[in-house]
């Protein structure tokens, strides 16, 4: 690992020293700059890890400096000090960007943790960053696989959404149609991005911790709270937070969550105090909400209430257009961990997918995809690599060739013979175009006219 770089900003040569002999200790390497303009030229040409700033410097009011590398160099940590224990210029360094301060004669033990604390923090802060930058590019609308018209006009939809300044989202939709994703995508494109994205799937967990878990709880609420507990609408505060499932939300909570979308407020379990929560919320179901409400397992409220956008996402077999371009996605997907990619899939049975129902919608397709990248022996998917159930529904299923077997039985291989010599005689010898007649891949075609 690669030295943390230091500069000192410092004209008084016996401080500088006793600096520079504790950083190099601690495994630092330091540099100098004897006066501001110096500091300045070499904190553009150099890449520094962090800077110790002293006030009195020969040609300018260190605090003014700090103001100039704070405004260019937000996430350089700059560690300010000054000779005396003056608390209003300790006080305005801070609120101009310093770090953290030091006040001389100091501790070179105290140097020696600020660095480190600010070292901590600038390698966390780009953490952050890096996985900010992830989630955004993971969580991008364009990961969202459908260009057909009923979803282009739903993301159409959902990208102003996620601008908007819109308080409650309900999301609806079947089973594995890609409500999470789009919840996601909402979150990682609005200005909530870079606050918490929490997620609580409410049929997960039993009434009373489904409550500990959204609200928290003071130590001693109930018998097994030891501790106080932040709940997810203090975690996800600024943020967004997704409430999967939300049909199956008990009712006793339901009259809850309505109180906390009406008031911006809720309270710890336990506690007689209101917290405000600035966050959006997004509910998910794939019930129809409005026949529980005729069941009285919903309240009708609570749906109003969340229901001020609704995104209703289709079902996969409302939206057959799509499919070639979630095979091909996916194909390239599974591709990565494959040594040998299969990017092609023949004619018939992207057929069986197109026509195919998808109960599990797009989550279904995906294992389907997956499973038939594992099965597959050549370099193109083909209906054999396809579960029963996908094909089922091409007529003669149960003999996909479309032939049925003779009740004498047959001569397997004198069979498979005269296919491969009527698909040569009819593509003239061509092996490519008489593989695509048998279905078959070209090598495995060569293989058989070989053994022919
Ligand atoms: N349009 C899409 N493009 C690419 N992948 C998708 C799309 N829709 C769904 N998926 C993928 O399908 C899987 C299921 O999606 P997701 O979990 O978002 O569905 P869901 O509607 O929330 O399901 P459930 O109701 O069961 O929670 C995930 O792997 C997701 O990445």
């Known amino acids: ?21 504790k950083l190099e200790s601690e495994g630092y390497e330091a540099h100098h700059a004897g006066n501001a303009k110096q500091g300045w030229e070499k904190i553009i040409t150099g890449e520094f890890n962090g800077v110790l700033l002293d006030h009195n410097l020969p040609d300018r009011k ?7 590398i704070a405004h260019a160099y937000p996430d350089l940590p700059v560690i300010f000090m000054t000779a005396f224990s003056s608390v209003p210029l300790a006080v305005k360094a801070m609120r101009v960007g310093a770090y953290d301060y030091l006040t001389k004669p100091f501790n070179l033990d105290e140097v020696q943790i600020v660095l480190r604390k600010a070292m901590e923090m600038k390698s966390l802060r780009s953490e952050v960053n890096q996985i900010r930058q992830q989630n955004r590019e993971t969580f991008n609308f364009s990961k969202i696989i459908g260009r057909g018209g009923r979803m282009s006009e739903l993301l159409e939809m959902c990208r102003t959404v996620a601008e908007s300044e819109a308080s409650s989202i309900l999301i609806t939709g079947e089973s594995g149609t890609g409500k999470n994703l789009i919840a996601q995508a909402i979150h990682y494109n609005s200005r909530r991005a870079n606050w918490p994205f929490m997620t609580i799937t409410c049929t997960a967990l039993p009434e009373q911790l489904l409550e500990s878990e959204l609200f928290g709880h003071e130590k001693g609420a109930f018998t097994d ?34 109180g906390v979308l009406e008031s911006r407020s809720f309270r710890r379990v336990g506690s007689l105090q209101d917290l405000a929560i600035d966050a959006r919320f997004i509910a998910a179901t794939n019930q129809h909400l409005q026949e529980r409400i005729r069941e009285k397992a919903f309240r009708g409220d609570l749906y109003y209430r969340l229901n001020v956008i609704q995104l209703e996402v289709p079902a996969l077999r409302d939206r057959r257009e799509d499919i070639p371009e979630l095979v091909r996605y996916y194909q390239t997907y599974f591709n990565k961990n494959r040594r040998h990619p299969i990017d092609t899939m023949c004619e018939a049975a992207m057929d069986a997918l197109i026509k195919y129902d998808w109960p599990g919608n797009v989550r279904e397709l995906r294992n389907v995809i997956e499973r ?7 370099d193109e998917l083909t209906l054999v690599d396809l579960p029963r159930d996908v094909v089922s529904h091409i007529p003669g299923h149960s003999c996909l060739s479309g032939f049925t077997l003779p009740a004498d039985g047959i ?6 013979k005269d296919f491969l010599r009527q698909a040569l005689e009819r593509t003239d010898g061509n092996q490519t175009k008489a593989a695509q007649l048998l279905g078959l891949s070209r090598d495995k075609m060569r293989y058989r006219v070989k053994q022919l």
Do not use: W, Y
């Open 62 to 68: 260190g605090v003014e400096l700090l103001e100039q």
């Open 411 to 416: 001569d397997l291989e004198a069979v498979e």
């Open 372 to 378: 038939a990248m594992i099965l597959c022996k050549g």
């Open 1 to 21: 690992m690669s030295k943390h770089r230091i500069l000192i900003i410092e004209d008084d040569a016996d401080i500088v020293l006793i600096l520079r002999l």
């Open 225 to 258: 709270a030891k501790e106080r507990k932040r709940g997810l609408f203090e975690m996800g505060n600024g943020g967004t937070i997704f409430l999967d499932e939300i049909g199956d939300l008990p009712m006793q909570l339901q009259a809850k969550l309505l």
